[in-house]
């Protein structure tokens, strides 16, 4: 069964780091860009960062280019994103979702999607 | 930054069509993909790439995409088809990927 499967979330104080992880199983990891989305209580999805699928590029959403950073394992088949100077509009549900196959294009849609860890920035 | 625009939400009686929009300027010349969400759970692409349907979802899905607006459209609507739906683009001049703001379909 093909699946992601995020953790890390947790609740954090304003300026303080977390990391989120999203693990695989059923699919080839290393063949696959990624994306992180967000999605605030109530709100909409909002895209948050890609990385190609041997991590060579990567981009970023306005809000948060500049305090997190995405990477990836692909020998433990593990993607993260490191978040820094964490605010309290991050508060959301982090989804990582699967992007392009390798040789695919960066408009292809969005076709796995992780259950998402919850990330909480409260004093 | 690109912008898509949704209706925040459609109501429709079972075993009617829902008809979901999403406007962008010139969305005609991007492809656009459909995604289910329902409460509490991960979203679920319906329609990629304007109008294909991925296997699993039922052929009452269709997507149409032209000029300034894409369409989602629901035929034979079921009581399990209660959701937010949102519709995304890749914007090329930005290497962003944008969604909508989503539109909740209410099932009367």
């Known amino acids: 069964q093909v699946q992601l499967v995020e953790s890390g979330g947790g609740v954090v104080q304003p300026g303080r780091s977390l990391r989120l992880s999203c693990a695989d199983s059923?699919?080839?990891?290393?063949?696959?860009?990624l994306h992180w989305v967000r999605q605030a209580p109530g709100k909409g999805l909002v895209w948050v960062a890609f990385?190609?699928?041997?991590?060579?590029?990567?981009y970023y959403s306005d809000s948060v280019k500049g305090r997190f950073s995405i990477s990836r394992d692909n020998s433990k088949n593990t993607l993260f994103l490191q978040m820094n100077r964490l605010r309290a509009e991050d508060t959301a549900v982090y989804y990582c979702?699967?992007?392009?196959?390798?040789?695919?294009?960066?408009?292809?849609?969005?076709?796995?999607w992780g259950q998402g860890t919850m990330v909480t920035v409260s004093s | 930054s690109y912008v898509l625009a949704q209706p925040p939400s459609v109501s429709v009686a079972p075993g009617e069509t829902a008809t979901l929009t999403c406007g962008g300027n010139?969305?005609?010349?991007?492809?656009v993909h459909w995604y289910q969400q329902r409460t509490g759970q991960a979203p679920v692409v319906v329609i990629s790439?304007?109008?294909d349907r991925p296997s699993g979802i039922p052929e009452r899905f269709s997507g149409s995409n032209s000029e300034n607006t894409a369409t989602l459209t629901i035929s034979r609507v079921e009581a399990g088809d209660e959701a937010d739906y949102y519709c995304?683009?890749?914007?090329?001049?930005?290497?962003?990927?944008?969604f909508g703001g989503g539109t909740k379909l209410t099932v009367l």
């Open positions: 979702a699967r992007g392009p196959s390798e040789g695919g294009s960066l408009s292809d849609a969005f076709d796995i």
């Open positions: 790439y304007d109008n």
């Open positions: 990385i190609a699928n041997l991590g060579n590029n990567k």
């Open positions: 010139n969305i005609g010349s991007n492809s």
């Open positions: 995304q683009v890749w914007d090329s001049d930005t290497d962003h990927w944008v």
């Open positions: 059923g699919f080839t990891f290393r063949n696959y860009g």
